[in-house]
């Protein structure tokens, strides 16, 4: 049985967040082992389902541009739960040793581009990307790195390229904070991969944007081997869609951007912005 489906950013999010959770090695991450999060919209919407805690959201990029959170907040960037309970982990860790990580252990992460060859990269608009390079090291400790990021971060171009000419340095004028590219080195789990996960035999993207609340969106073609399978999994995506989603995931205080009024807590290690000194001139 075959079922088209169009899915809004938003709803893709959640597909891609249900599909994790049923992966056997993350279930046996969180019964377990340990499985890290590190902060976004996609992994908070994960963090919540998990363990209800939402995740501050750091950088991000709305209509002005890229940019941080306006203030300080007490809920956590990045979040490990130690056999399903989390863990506080206070700014100083990334860099002391103490953390431990084993086979089994698991890590979830967000991405700002996915190339055409399914590699992936988060920007960075602080100094080396903060703690995001404790991320990229995860493998050598044998953790398996799930990347959380929907068909809108694809884009037609080389990892490669894009890396050799986005810097904290490159832009005469930026809007928001001047960034760089990590590469983030995992699995990648789009839309379409989640259908597979959650039972479709295949599923192909066909078409991708939308409008009237679908801009950034995708269609799907899934197929399944049953056709009880193929009706449940399309009402389930039918449910899905007649959802409104009324905020961007992550936690509340968090998604005030430093670009909304003031320069936030990272503000000083930004390069580049051009609204630093025109706050009078910022778009509302």
């Given at each position: 049985?075959?079922?088209?489906?169009?899915?809004?950013?938003?709803?893709?999010?959640?597909?891609?967040?249900?599909?994790?959770?049923?992966?056997?090695?993350?279930?046996?991450?969180?019964?377990?082992?340990?499985?890290?999060?590190?902060?976004?919209?996609?992994?908070?919407?994960?963090?919540?389902?998990?363990?209800?805690?939402?995740?501050?959201?750091?950088?991000?990029?709305?209509?002005?541009?890229?940019?941080s959170c306006a203030g300080s907040?007490?809920?956590?960037?990045?979040?490990?739960?130690?056999?399903?309970?989390?863990?506080?982990?206070?700014?100083?860790?990334?860099?002391?040793?103490?953390?431990?990580?084993?086979?089994?252990?698991?890590?979830?992460?967000?991405?700002?581009?996915?190339?055409?060859?399914?590699?992936?990269?988060?920007?960075?608009?602080s100094p080396f990307g903060g703690?995001?390079?404790?991320?990229?090291?995860?493998?050598?400790?044998?953790?398996?790195?799930?990347?959380?990021?929907?068909?809108?971060?694809?884009?037609?171009?080389?990892?490669?390229?894009?890396?050799?000419?986005?810097?904290?340095?490159?832009?005469?004028?930026?809007?928001?904070?001047?960034?760089?590219?990590?590469?983030?080195?995992?699995?990648?789990?789009?839309?379409?991969?989640?259908?597979?996960?959650?039972?479709?035999?295949?599923?192909?993207?066909?078409?991708?944007?939308?409008?009237?609340?679908?801009?950034?969106?995708?269609?799907?073609?899934?197929?399944?081997?049953?056709?009880?399978?193929?009706?449940?999994?399309?009402?389930?995506?039918?449910?899905?869609?007649?959802?409104?989603?009324?905020?961007?995931?992550?936690?509340?205080?968090?998604?005030?951007?430093?670009?909304?009024?003031?320069?936030?807590?990272?503000?000083?290690?930004?390069?580049?912005?051009?609204?630093?000194?025109?706050?009078?001139?910022?778009?509302?």
């Open positions: 049985m075959k079922v088209q489906i169009s899915l809004t950013v938003e709803a893709g999010k959640r597909l891609i967040v249900k599909a994790i959770l049923s992966l056997p090695a993350v279930r046996r991450a969180l019964a377990e082992g340990q499985l890290l999060l590190k902060g976004g919209t996609t992994v908070s919407l994960l963090s919540e389902a998990a363990c209800g805690v939402p995740l501050k959201i750091c950088g991000r990029i709305d209509r002005r541009g890229a940019g907040c007490a809920a956590p960037h990045s979040l490990l739960l130690r056999r399903g309970v989390p863990v506080p982990l206070d700014v100083g860790i990334w860099s002391s040793g103490k953390l431990k990580f084993s086979p089994g252990d698991v890590c979830v992460i967000g991405a700002n581009l996915v190339d055409r060859h399914g590699r992936a990269a988060m920007l960075a608009g703690a995001l390079h404790f991320f990229t090291a995860l493998p050598a400790e044998g953790v398996e790195t799930i990347v959380a990021a929907g068909f809108e971060k694809y884009a037609p171009c080389s990892l490669d390229d894009a890396m050799a000419v986005a810097s904290r340095a490159a832009p005469d004028l930026s809007m928001g904070m001047a960034a760089g590219l990590i590469p983030i080195p995992g699995r990648v789990i789009n839309e379409a991969e989640a259908c597979r996960i959650l039972g479709a035999a295949e599923a192909q993207i066909v078409a991708r944007g939308g409008i009237q609340g679908a801009e950034g969106g995708c269609t799907l073609l899934a197929s399944f081997d049953e056709r009880p399978q193929g009706e449940a999994f399309f009402n389930e995506i039918l449910a899905l869609a007649g959802t409104v989603f009324q905020k961007s995931a992550g936690d509340a205080k968090s998604l005030k951007s430093c670009l909304d009024n003031a320069c936030g807590p990272a503000g000083a290690e930004h390069r580049g912005c051009w609204y630093r000194s025109r706050r009078g001139e910022l778009p509302v």
